[in-house]
């Protein structure tokens, strides 16, 4: 039998195994090692040990279970005929702590998950007691020493639709962080282009009426000796056009950079079908940070703030298109 005795953590989304001592004691150890390493060590529980004398088993388990989010019974080949030392059937007990594990889970409806131990047929619901019946109806999953490996991956999976994997909760930390970092990078940014363009909104346009910059201007050649020497452009841009400090106009790329190096290093464990758009999304943070930097040689320097602004927008915004589209679904 199995259940624990240690408070559960809110948020924390448990797996109760529980199974039959003499029937499948090693599938339950080896098993809830398994399952620790796909959701995480301290979310798989099992073992009576530590219950307090005097406590009431029936309100531990019942507690237990309801604490719980999924429940795998192991059921091997004496789970439903072991007997106790008078012959009678163990389920038919109403003290056996097995059968209230599996009630009490039920009657929670709480996720179960029936595991056949090598080759144990399903029982019949006219083998069960009433209070285990409604057990038939889940559909059940074997698993088997020959192919460990295979079996407990497609059950770790299988439960990963009701709680989420360790991988699967690390990748959703870094979409969240990954996020909520671009997201703010760019607004500071774009919120400090908004308050300057309104400052300076008398210069939005020169002496002619005709906006004061062009695309011309922006890799516009430094042709005469005393521009070149003070390294300026032959036409600058208006005060509107260079609305940041290169500083404050980088800022996005302090957030890609990372982001992408991030992204790289979780890649192997997105799904296959959807890791083109996780690695679309870091490979467009990394070329757009190269291209950024590569663009300072050829464009005047008066122009290097608007340039670094206008390509870290384009950048973060496809980024996070592409990281929406990859889902940061598991393998």
Request: hydrophobic share 45%; net charge negative.
């Amino acid at each position: 039998m199995a259940t624990s005795v240690s408070p559960p953590r809110a948020g924390s989304q448990r797996i109760f195994i529980s199974y039959r001592r003499d029937d499948t004691q090693w599938v339950a150890g080896r098993l809830g090692d398994s399952l620790g390493t796909y959701f995480g060590d301290k979310r798989v529980f099992r073992d009576v040990e530590g219950i307090a004398g005097g406590a009431d088993f029936g309100e531990v388990i019942r507690h237990t279970l309801g604490s719980a989010d999924a429940v795998v019974v192991l059921i091997g080949p004496d789970w439903l005929s072991a007997s106790d030392d008078e012959g009678r059937r163990r389920l038919d007990d109403a003290d056996d702590w097995v059968s209230h594990e599996v009630s009490a889970a039920l009657e929670a409806g709480v996720p179960v998950y029936p595991v056949l131990v090598e080759g144990t047929p399903m029982p019949r619901v006219d083998e069960l007691p009433a209070s285990l019946r409604p057990l038939a109806r889940f559909n059940a999953i074997s698993i088997s020493d020959s192919r460990w490996r295979e079996d407990v991956t497609r059950l770790a999976k299988i439960i990963a639709l009701d709680i989420p994997s360790a991988t699967e909760r690390q990748l959703h930390q870094v979409n969240l962080a990954v996020s909520l970092s671009l997201v703010l990078a760019v607004a500071l940014t774009v919120l400090t282009v908004i308050g300057n363009l309104f400052d300076a909104s008398s210069s939005l346009t020169g002496q002619d009426g005709v906006p004061a910059w062009s695309l011309k201007q922006l890799f516009e050649s430094v042709s005469t000796v005393g521009a070149l020497n003070e390294g300026r452009c032959l036409n600058p841009p208006a005060g509107w056009f260079v609305p940041l400090s290169k500083a404050w106009s980088g800022v996005i790329f302090l957030v890609v950079v990372p982001a992408s190096a991030l992204m790289f290093v979780f890649a192997r464990h997105v799904d296959p079908a959807r890791r083109g758009y996780f690695l679309g999304a870091a490979w467009t943070g990394a070329i757009g940070a190269f291209t950024a930097f590569m663009l300072f040689k050829p464009v005047c320097e008066e122009y290097e703030s608007a340039v670094l602004f206008t390509v870290g927008v384009l950048v973060a915004t496809l980024m996070l298109a592409l990281m929406s589209l990859s889902g940061f679904r598991e393998r």
